[in-house]
């Protein structure tokens, strides 16, 4: 079993994976939130890094 091969997903198939990862996000920070709460500017600088990655990846694709 190879977790690293890769694959193509439909816009509907991509958009019911964020809304699950989503509802998961969710999910944990309201069990857990008093174990994040001291790595809340840690994770939102990790979020901004890695979506302006994201952002320049797809900015310039053709």
């Known amino acids: ?5 890769s694959f193509t997903l439909q816009w509907w ?3 019911l994976f964020k809304v699950g990862l989503l509802a998961l996000g ?7 939130h008093g174990l ?7 994770l939102i600088i990790l979020a ?3 979506l ?8 310039k694709q053709p």
């Open 36 to 42: 994040f709460t001291g790595f809340l500017p840690a």
């Open 1 to 5: 079993m190879n977790l690293f091969k």
């Open 48 to 50: 901004v890094v890695c």
């Open 26 to 32: 969710i999910a944990a920070g309201a069990y857990w």
């Open 52 to 59: 302006a990655y994201i952002t320049v990846v797809w900015w």
């Open 13 to 15: 198939q991509a958009g």
